[in-house]
């Protein structure tokens, strides 16, 4: 089993709509998460750190379900500049960092 | 404030053939972490540097070594290339070593193996 999964989409929805997708991971002891986007040929960037009560920024909201070991992410009213590859990170031990193979939005005018 | 920096930006080599990339982290980190990104996949764990020693080690073979200088900066060397290890190269520093800081990464470096 992969450390982290996420479905690759992609994710194809009109500006202004919602989209939220998924990611699992696979050791129960993983304690950080985090969201990074990529543009297209670009370094990932951090978009936020996931808590374990969950947390918002702006139109993003993102949620820890440890039971289930899933993370998600939340996108309310998109704008075209959310297009992008969104990777989920989860740390597999005191030092790595484990990156999922990413989902692509795309949002259309 | 510089972000990290990572040069070259891009490079063609032939099967064989040894290549150094370089990567200077942020002001104030001191940790550097490498990753191994191939087309259509996420970032994939190299290794990762602090205190000038290695701390981790993700899956890669021997061919793959790197270096950190007591400036922080570091270096990923990958000896015997294959066409395989063509890929966007990623270094990200942190402030510490622990997973919960932010890695912020430089550019890349895209490495072609002919």
């Known amino acids: 089993r992969k450390e982290v999964e996420q479905d690759p989409g992609p994710f194809n929805v009109p500006e202004g709509a919602t989209v939220a997708f998924n990611c699992t991971y696979s050791n129960s002891a993983s304690q950080s998460f985090f969201w990074y986007r990529q543009d297209c040929r670009k370094e990932p960037k951090l978009l936020m750190s996931v808590y374990s009560s969950g947390n918002e920024d702006g139109r993003f909201t993102a949620q820890l379900n440890r039971a289930s070991q899933y993370i998600s992410l939340l996108i309310r009213d998109s704008k075209l500049s959310d297009s992008a590859t969104y990777l989920c990170v989860v740390n597999v031990n005191d030092y790595k960092l484990s990156f999922g193979a990413g989902t692509t939005v795309t949002v259309r005018a | 404030d510089a972000g990290v920096t990572q040069s070259p930006t891009h490079l063609i080599k032939t099967r064989g053939q040894q290549v150094t990339l370089r990567c200077s982290p942020k002001s104030g980190h001191d940790t550097v972490s490498w990753y191994q990104q191939a087309l259509g996949q996420g970032p994939q764990f190299i290794f990762q540097?602090?205190?000038?020693?290695?701390?981790q080690r993700g899956n890669f073979p021997d061919r793959f070594s790197g270096h950190q200088f007591p400036n922080y900066s570091s270096e990923l060397n990958v000896n015997a290339l294959l066409l395989g290890d063509s890929a966007l190269y990623l270094c990200a520093s942190s402030l510490t070593p622990r997973p919960r800081e932010t890695q912020y990464f430089g550019p890349g470096t895209r490495l072609l193996v002919l």
């Open positions: 540097y602090y205190e000038e020693e290695e701390r």
